[in-house]
């Protein structure tokens, strides 16, 4: 059992803190991957882990579809959303008051954008078609491609593009009045052109699905490769302010399904685990081996940098600052907004309620942010003034009694807990209990329980939380004995030289895992012992418990047991056989966690062996009869007894020669008694010696002989 343990979570530093009854330990969460775990509302959380309130972030209208997948706001500030899978498109005024705009034949509507004359244009998908939108919602076919898919649309000065897929074409689009004039202006060989965005000075960028690439392209429509990287899909680029495109590049194809949205992943409770402190060459930031979506910035003058990339995160939308500091990221993760700035800093904006946030717009003094599942549009901007933060479920691993809770933060901050033992919290859970504001925290009033989770709540502006610590002492569980391994007779064991560890570690009450030695015995080494029998087991205790074991045995007709070994911090025994008179045993390996604990809250597991036979009397061997002589052929017998076990094989030598195997003369050698004949060539006179060597089960080996004379 872990006496008073603490575990206390460091947000800047992401470990957790707990003392057992041999000593404080520390204990380390795998990264901030598992701050993130928790449950956001209404806070951020920056790159150190520091919680404070978020932006405001409000709901301004349900479009009733399950996907938003394009929007764009108008000169006057409406927003524009094209939805799936009816294929209508909604208008959002600046006050909020929205109503379908039109419902086009396709079923998604994949882009949207505002013309240089205020009109709108919107393309779809699947067997896409561009039309042309009035002020009254009057939709026209402008641009029909005959290709499957249309993805990305970009104002030009004299038109627009128009990126297409399952073919990965470009075209461009020639407006005059109400005509339109269309030519291919690119036919790639990737399979389809993804996204499109204009720079400030002009230029057309167009990025690309399946080998991840962006091209510019000149004032004379050249294309010009300008990254190439190593994940699939660019899935969306946005302009900055200064020239430059910032890309959000994904490892599997979001936008090539789009009728398949995200699942947000399941959040499993956080259990504290000791390891070994081994250090990990750390990876190149350019190493995206393991990547699902990254973030690259295009300069104006052609070079790039790598600005984030997450093995977890899967983006879907991006948004360049006007402030020309970064971008902000929507996810299909819990519906989050992450911020990414130019020096690569990853924050935690905003959390949502939405399965993936589609896409994010400027709309003058605030943002935009669609999203899907279900479809709808959110505003942000201003300052919240109430956020909350739940944190991941703590696992325990056995019922355990709650300490204090205490914390550093600023402003107005309070904490509650709950607890339960279920995994995910539920109606069987105690409610949240009372806040407490006071940073030198208080006793934990929730029940004991298995599982136990906090809750911070941030009542004004400026409150922020940087460190929380919680305290309990799990029940003491039994360790277990999950098997006994019995090793072939005459197979010993002997220890191999443990790794040297400094007295004074121990002296200092730390643990040498702090320092990077194992945790692990080291395996024995396995030898030639005559008439060893030889024991290995596993234990294992769910407190992390040091154990010690104690070896029994007994005959299996006593009924009390003996102590054989005591008090071994090693999980494997080699006995002598020889000192055990013959006959059937069984052997008891009894665990006990009582080097970490009280004697009075110590406990053990035990497991016993089956039967294990005890040999260490060979087979006696006799002639039986006389050798028989007939020309060149000899035969005789031999007579094998075992008195405490079973004969299984034979073999003979002739004058000390090569030994040979021979069989019983029933066929099998099985039993306690058994008669081998060997018969042999004799092709000259003399004397001609035969040795019969016969084994029983424990290896233990009688021998006789017999001379022949021809």
């Known amino acids: 059992m872990r006496n008073a343990l603490t575990a206390a979570l460091f947000f800047s530093l992401f470990i957790f803190s707990s003392a057992f009854a041999n000593g404080p330990q520390v204990w380390t969460v795998s990264s901030r991957a598992d701050v993130l775990k928790g449950d956001a509302r209404g806070v951020s959380i920056d790159q150190n882990g ?27 500030g409406n927003v524009y959303l094209g939805t799936g899978g009816d294929g ?115 230029s057309l960028y167009a990025g690309t699905d399946s080998n991840g690439i962006v091209l510019r392209f000149g004032a004379d429509g050249k294309a010009f490769g300008v990254l190439d990287t190593p994940l699939r899909e660019i899935h969306e680029l946005a302009a900055g302010p200064d020239g430059s495109i910032y890309v959000l590049a994904l490892a599997e194809s979001v936008a090539a399904k789009p009728a398949e949205a995200a699942t947000p992943a399941e959040s499993k409770p956080i259990t504290l685990e000791k390891t070994a402190a081994v250090e990990t060459p750390a990876k190149s930031r350019y190493d995206l081996k393991e990547a699902k979506s990254a973030v690259y910035r295009i300069y104006a003058d052609g070079g790039n940098d790598l600005l984030w990339a997450s093995p977890s995160v899967i983006g879907f939308s991006i948004y360049a600052h006007q402030t020309g500091n970064g971008v902000l990221v929507g996810t299909s993760d819990k519906g989050r907004i992450y911020n990414i700035g130019n020096d690569g800093r990853e924050t935690l904006a905003l959390q949502t309620d939405a399965s993936q946030i589609s896409t994010i717009r400027n709309a003058g003094s605030s943002l935009l942010a ?92 400026g409150s922020s939380l940087n460190e929380l610590s919680l305290a309990f002492a799990a029940r003491n569980l039994a360790p277990e004995v999950t098997a006994v391994n019995v090793l072939p007779t005459n197979v010993g064991l002997a220890a191999n030289p443990p790794q040297q560890i400094d007295p004074n570690i121990e002296l200092a009450g730390m643990d040498p895992i702090d320092f990077g030695l194992p945790n692990a015995a080291v395996p024995p080494r396995k030898l030639y012992q005559r008439g060893a029998t030889s024991l290995q087991w596993t234990a294992e205790d769910r407190n992390g418990d040091k154990l010690v074991y104690d070896v029994y045995y007994r005959e299996v007709s006593e009924s009390s047991w003996k102590l054989l070994r005591g008090d071994l911090v090693d999980n494997f025994v080699a006995i002598d056989g020889q000192s055990l008179a013959d006959g059937r045993y069984v052997f008891r390996v009894v665990a006990k966690d009582s080097p970490s604990n009280p004697v009075t809250l110590a406990l053990q597991g035990e497991r016993v062996t089956d039967p294990i036979d005890i040999d260490n009397t060979a087979p006696v061997v006799t002639a039986a009869g006389t050798p028989v002589v007939a020309g060149d052929k000899a035969r005789v017998s031999f007579d094998a007894v075992d008195a405490a076990s079973r004969i299984t094989r034979a073999e003979y030598s002739v004058n000390g020669g090569e030994w040979r195997p021979v069989y019983a003369d029933d066929g099998i050698a099985d039993g306690p008694r058994e008669r081998f004949t060997v018969e042999i060539a004799v092709p000259n006179a003399g004397e001609y010696t035969v040795t019969i060597k016969v084994f029983d089960v424990n290896a233990n080996s009688g021998n006789g002989r017999q001379v022949i004379r021809k």
């Open 50 to 76: 520091t919680i404070s309130l978020a932006p405001q972030f409000s709901e301004v209208y349900k479009t009733g579809q399950q996907f938003v997948w394009s929007s764009v706001v108008d000169a006057a």
């Open 88 to 202: 209508k498109i909604f208008k959002v005024n600046v006050a909020g008051s929205g109503s379908e705009f039109t419902d086009l034949a396709e079923m998604n509507v994949s882009a949207l954008a505002i013309g240089s004359g205020g009109e709108l244009f919107a393309a779809t998908s699947p067997d896409g078609k561009v039309y042309r939108i009035d002020s009254t919602g009057k939709a026209t076919v402008y641009f029909e491609p005959k290709e499957k898919y249309i993805w990305a649309l970009a104002v030009l000065a004299d038109g627009i593009a128009v990126a297409t897929g399952d073919g990965g074409k470009l075209y461009k689009v020639k407006t005059a009045g109400a005509t339109a004039e269309a030519s291919l202006m690119f036919d790639s060989s990737e399979t389809h052109i993804i996204s499109l965005a204009v720079d400030k000075s002009g």
């Open 370 to 461: 669609t999203s899907s599942n279900q479809g709808s549009v959110f505003r942000i901007g201003g300052n919240a003034t109430t956020g909350t933060y739940e944190s991941p479920v703590l696992d325990a691993k056995a019922t355990a009694s709650w300490g204090r809770i205490w914390w550093r933060s600023s402003g107005n901050v309070s904490v509650q807990t709950r607890s339960g033992n279920t995994e995910k919290p539920d109606e069987t859970w105690s409610g949240w209990s009372t806040a407490v504001a006071d940073q030198k925290g208080s006793q934990i009033a929730s029940p004991k329980a298995r599982f136990v989770q906090w809750k911070a709540t941030f009542s004004a502006a």
